[in-house]
């Protein structure tokens, strides 16, 4: 079965959007690295790589299917922000966003009785609870720990930790 052309379409849009985060995490991680909280710009940069792999998850599928991927303009992300807990509550809100517009294209997969889509969202459905839970968490230790500077200190250094695991890995 034949991906429709609307599916093409939604798919192409969401790579577009996985880009756009990639682009959105990576301007986080700038910003924190500026202000000094260098876990967790380290914890941001992790976290682009992430987003690239989850574009690449959808560009492999698209092209495996017989089907042409076309990339279309970013949009600029925002630059600063007040806070390091302002950043993850934007990584939050941002991670809820795409959470909403994974869901549509299994709503349409569903609809058009694409299983073989559905199989691949499926795997993008439980990565959105995580991506959701990370955020979460760290904007709610960090509503904890105020502007105590011992607090964001500790919360930096193990941000910072992200950086050992193996972001390569992701999108397999
Ligand atoms: Fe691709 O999950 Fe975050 O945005």
């Known amino acids: 079965m034949k991906l429709s052309t609307k599916m093409v379409d939604t798919i192409n849009k969401q790579i577009n959007?996985?880009?756009?985060?990639?682009?959105?995490?990576?301007s986080m991680a700038s910003y924190l690295e500026s202000q000094k909280y260098k876990g967790a710009a380290k914890w941001m940069e992790v976290?682009?790589?992430?987003?690239?792999?989850?574009?690449?998850?959808?560009?492999?599928?698209?092209?495996?299917?017989?089907e042409h991927v076309v990339l279309k303009e970013i949009?600029?992300?925002?630059?600063e922000w007040k806070s390091l807990l302002d950043v993850f509550d934007g990584?939050?809100?941002?991670?809820?966003?795409?959470?909403?517009l994974i869901n549509g294209i299994a709503d349409l997969a569903m609809e058009e009785k694409d299983h073989a889509?559905?199989?691949?969202?499926q795997w993008f459905i439980n990565e959105q609870v995580e991506e959701e839970a990370n955020t979460s968490e760290i904007a709610d230790k960090l509503k904890l720990i105020g502007n105590t500077k011992n607090g964001l200190y500790m919360i930096d250094r193990?941000?910072?930790?992200?950086?050992?695991?193996?972001?390569?890995?992701?999108?397999?």
């Open 17 to 26: 959007e996985e880009f756009y985060s990639a682009y959105l995490y990576l």
């Open 47 to 66: 976290q682009y790589q992430e987003e690239i792999g989850h574009a690449m998850k959808f560009y492999a599928y698209v092209n495996g299917r017989g």
């Open 75 to 79: 949009k600029e992300p925002q630059k």
């Open 91 to 100: 990584a939050y809100k941002h991670e809820q966003y795409i959470t909403k």
């Open 117 to 121: 889509t559905l199989a691949l969202l």
């Open 158 to 172: 193990e941000l910072g930790q992200r950086g050992m695991t193996t972001p390569t890995s992701e999108g397999e």
